[in-house]
Nanobody
Framework: QVRLVESGGGSVQTGGSLRLSCVAF????????MGWFRQAPGKEREGVAA???????AYEDSVKGRFTIAKDTSKNTLYLTMNDLKPNETARYYC????????????????????????WGQGTQVTVSS
């Protein structure tokens, strides 16, 4: 079992940037799909980004070119860099661990497995003002 702890959220103006971090505790073994999700009040949780064991990435269409997911294995940390933030991206952002997969599994494939992510952090709030 793994515990995930997010940080880095806050309040920014439209067009601002934030970098979210997610540190894993406990079972920090490698070989898992990892991803970021977000949920705004009154809306369903949606996938934002995923990263595979080959370090390739996949993104929700609306954030492509503005958000970047990355990981630092030596620090047991997952990151989400968000640029040019928009008010409708105000939400609580969560990191999550998906299924264990083979080496060289792509982020695109991990994105297709979003329904199988079972380990979640508590989230960090991002508020974007207009």
């Amino acid at each position: 079992q793994v515990r995930l702890v997010e940080s880095g959220g806050g309040s920014v103006q439209t067009g601002g940037s934030l970098r979210l971090s997610c540190v894993a505790f406990g079972d920090t073994s490698g070989g898992y799909c990892m991803g970021w999700f977000r949920q705004a009040p009154g809306k369903e949780r949606e996938g934002v980004a995923a990263i595979g064991t080959d370090d390739t990435t996949a993104y929700e269409d609306s954030v492509k070119g503005r958000f970047t997911i990355a990981k630092d294995t030596s620090k047991n940390t997952l990151y989400l860099t968000m640029n040019d933030l928009k008010p409708n991206e105000t939400a609580r952002y969560y990191c999550a661990r998906g299924p264990r997969v083979l080496p060289r599994t792509s982020g695109a494939y991990c994105n297709s497995l979003r329904s199988r992510y079972t380990d979640w952090g508590q989230g960090t709030q991002v508020t974007v003002s207009s």
